[in-house]
């Protein structure tokens, strides 16, 4: 197997290891999209996987976060990179890593836009980490949830627009990450309590929090309007289905949905 043939299929492996949400709707994707999403993905994990790290303290994520959002500015360095993260190697996962070799997969013509999204999420999240993730306001809540998720709509619709030229709205497509970040934070707020972190706004009661995440995805569906690709289409809306079934499990008390609705959903998805 070439080098090349080699690295698509680890990303693959490592695509499916990290990701419930996208993965199935990623190996959906028609080439050069698959490949495109797929490093795209890998990309913002990997800094995702140093902000949410339960071993490294909160000076050394941020120093992680903003030497990698810095790197990312410039012809990507992946010795330095590597050079970085030495000292914290053995406690990183392959994802994050391996960014060079995520850099690498993607296409010429896009893989600034994706660099460009993937920094400015590295120093969003350096900055949430400086501040405790204390979210005090629906003000900062719409903030972390920008770099988090909202830049993952932000990256797709420069995707979208590099492969066919389709046009998106990258405020709709912002409120579309947001509402899916807002289901895990729903999905996850008791374990977050138990680590000291609360991602509810003062005064927000589990209402709040659902109404939130509703209206952020009534703005996906909103969003999708404007896609006439059926294969990029497909690719959005196995997602919001996963977090609209989501919300109402959550609504009834319990944890998540089963793999089997998930099944479902995504055949359903298919078949339409």
Same mark, same amino acid.
Not at 86 to 115: A, F, H, M, N, Q
Not at 159 to 177: M, N, Q, S, V
């Given at each position: 197997m070439n080098q090349a043939k080699q690295l698509? !299929?680890?990303?693959?492996?490592?695509? $499916?290891?990290? %990701? =419930?949400?996208?993965?199935?709707?990623? *190996? &959906?994707? $028609?080439?050069?999209?698959?490949? *495109?999403?797929?490093? +795209?993905y890998l990309c913002m994990r990997a800094v995702d996987e140093i902000e949410d790290h339960v071993e490294l303290n909160v000076q050394t994520k941020q120093y992680l976060l903003r030497s990698t959002s810095a790197l990312l500015q410039h012809p990507f360095n992946d010795q330095a990179y590597r050079e970085l993260l030495r000292p914290?190697?053995?406690?990183?996962?392959?994802?994050?890593?391996?960014?060079?070799?995520?850099i690498r997969l993607c296409p010429d013509g896009? @893989?600034?836009?994706? !660099?460009? %999204?993937?920094?400015?999420? +590295?120093a969003g999240m350096a900055d949430? +980490?400086?501040?405790?993730?204390h979210i005090k306001t629906k003000e900062d809540l719409d903030d972390y949830t920008y770099?988090?998720?909202?830049?993952?709509? @932000?990256? &797709?619709?420069?995707?979208?627009?590099?492969?066919?030229?389709?046009? *998106?709205?990258?405020? &709709?497509?912002?409120?579309?990450?947001?509402? &899916?970040?807002? @289901?895990?934070i729903l999905r996850n707020q008791d374990e977050d309590s138990e680590r000291g972190v609360n991602f509810v706004p003062n005064g927000w009661n589990r209402d709040d929090m659902f109404h939130y995440t509703e209206s952020n995805l +009534?703005?996906?569906?909103?969003?999708? !309007?404007?896609?006439? *690709? =059926?294969?990029i289409l497909l690719f959005c809306r196995i997602p919001l289905a996963l977090a609209k079934r989501t919300v109402k499990a959550l609504k009834e008390g319990r944890e998540k949905i089963s793999r089997y609705e998930v099944e479902t959903i995504v055949e359903e998805m298919k078949d339409d």
């Amino acid at each position: 197997m070439n080098q090349a043939k080699q690295l698509q !299929k680890d990303a693959n492996n490592i695509l $499916k290891q990290t %990701s =419930r949400t996208f993965y199935v709707p990623i *190996t &959906l994707l $028609k080439s050069p999209l698959k490949q *495109t999403v797929g490093s +795209a993905y890998l990309c913002m994990r990997a800094v995702d996987e140093i902000e949410d790290h339960v071993e490294l303290n909160v000076q050394t994520k941020q120093y992680l976060l903003r030497s990698t959002s810095a790197l990312l500015q410039h012809p990507f360095n992946d010795q330095a990179y590597r050079e970085l993260l030495r000292p914290y190697e053995s406690l990183l996962p392959e994802v994050t890593v391996r960014l060079g070799d995520w850099i690498r997969l993607c296409p010429d013509g896009i @893989v600034d836009k994706v !660099k460009e %999204s993937t920094s400015i999420m +590295a120093a969003g999240m350096a900055d949430w +980490a400086e501040k405790g993730w204390h979210i005090k306001t629906k003000e900062d809540l719409d903030d972390y949830t920008y770099y988090v998720a909202g830049l993952v709509g @932000v990256m &797709l619709s420069d995707i979208w627009k590099w492969y066919d030229g389709t046009e *998106t709205d990258r405020e &709709l497509a912002i409120g579309y990450g947001r509402g &899916l970040q807002a @289901v895990n934070i729903l999905r996850n707020q008791d374990e977050d309590s138990e680590r000291g972190v609360n991602f509810v706004p003062n005064g927000w009661n589990r209402d709040d929090m659902f109404h939130y995440t509703e209206s952020n995805l +009534a703005q996906a569906d909103e969003y999708m !309007k404007a896609i006439k *690709t =059926r294969n990029i289409l497909l690719f959005c809306r196995i997602p919001l289905a996963l977090a609209k079934r989501t919300v109402k499990a959550l609504k009834e008390g319990r944890e998540k949905i089963s793999r089997y609705e998930v099944e479902t959903i995504v055949e359903e998805m298919k078949d339409d």
